[in-house]
Nanobody, 120 residues
Framework: QVRLQESGPGLVKPSQTLSLTCTVS??????????WTWIRQPPGKGLEWIGA???????VYSPSLKSRTSISRDTSKNQFTLQLRSVTPEAMAVYYC????????????WGQGTQVTVYS
């Protein structure tokens, strides 16, 4: 059974860097068709894809967030991490990590999500 679990501070101030970690169990970064993904949902809005890291360690990002986003991984800990720099109030959302099975064109496993609040 594959499980993903987000962790990180739930509060961040404007202009700071948001850092979240997703810990993966039941899988390791060895299947080429999987993309380890970050997605967020602001209050009252739909899901927004942020970016992903492939098993090759290549990354892809949303064009609107690319300049402020980094996704990396630590294979020894089976974790991948999101960093969003210079956050604004618009970053307030529930953040999810998920596994994107590109061969099936679906997000087949999700974390439970973690709330991030931006406060002054």
């Amino acid at each position: 059974q594959v499980r993903l679990q987000e962790s990180g501070p739930g509060l961040v101030k404007p202009s700071q860097t948001l850092s979240l970690t997703c810990t993966v169990s039941g899988d390791s970064f060895t299947t080429d068709s999987y993309y380890w993904t970050w997605i967020r949902q602001p209050p009252g809005k739909g899901l927004e894809w942020i970016g992903a890291i492939a098993n090759s360690a290549g990354t892809v990002y949303s064009p609107s967030l690319k300049s402020r986003t980094s996704i990396s991984r630590d294979t020894s800990k089976n974790q991948f991490t999101l960093q969003l720099r210079s956050v604004t109030p618009e970053a307030m959302a529930v953040y999810y990590c998920a596994r994107d099975d590109a061969s099936e064109s679906k997000f087949d496993y999700w974390g439970q999500g973690t709330q991030v609040t931006v406060y002054s």
